[in-house]
């Protein structure tokens, strides 16, 4: 897990590199971090959770301008988009494939008793602490519905 720290030495790099993409891109990361801090009246650094919750949101965002300017045809700035989201996941914790992330799925089912789909909330509320910043909330629904159906 990266701190913020981390990327600002990342982002002095990119800038003795001349690699604009990456200053711009580590600029807006550091600038939510550093929005973070001021909305929860700190001047210290986020936690880990914190770190993690804030590059997910600007990765997440970043995926969905990307296939937005893909629905509109505009690749090219949908490339853009897909590059930004590769410099942010770097420092993003690995992502789960589809083995782990059913395996905590149906851990969670069985934890919670869950029988049908009536039960998708709890068992999302089980799930999504456990794969916070690892897998997309739409993935993680998408399997639960799955199990919950089947």
């Not at 650094?45 to 965002?61: H, P, R």
């Amino acid at each position: 897990m990266a701190s913020s720290e981390q990327i600002e030495t990342d982002l002095r790099t990119a800038m003795k590199a001349r690699d604009p993409e990456t200053v711009a891109t580590l600029r807006m990361v550091l600038a939510a971090i550093k929005n973070a801090r001021v909305s929860a009246g700190r001047s210290g650094d986020v936690s880990d959770a914190e770190m993690t919750d804030i590059l997910a949101k600007q990765g997440k965002q970043r995926s969905e301008a990307a296939a937005a300017y893909r629905d509109g045809g505009r690749d090219e700035l949908a490339d853009k988009e897909e590059r930004e989201l590769a410099i942010i996941q770097r420092y993003l914790p690995a992502a789960l494939d589809d083995d782990e992330l059913a395996a905590i799925v149906d851990q969670a089912v069985a934890e919670t008793g869950a029988s049908g789909p009536g039960d998708l909330g709890a068992v999302m509320s089980a799930v999504m602490p456990k794969v916070k910043g690892r897998a997309d909330g739409k993935r993680v629904n998408a399997m639960v519905r799955a199990r919950l159906q089947g």
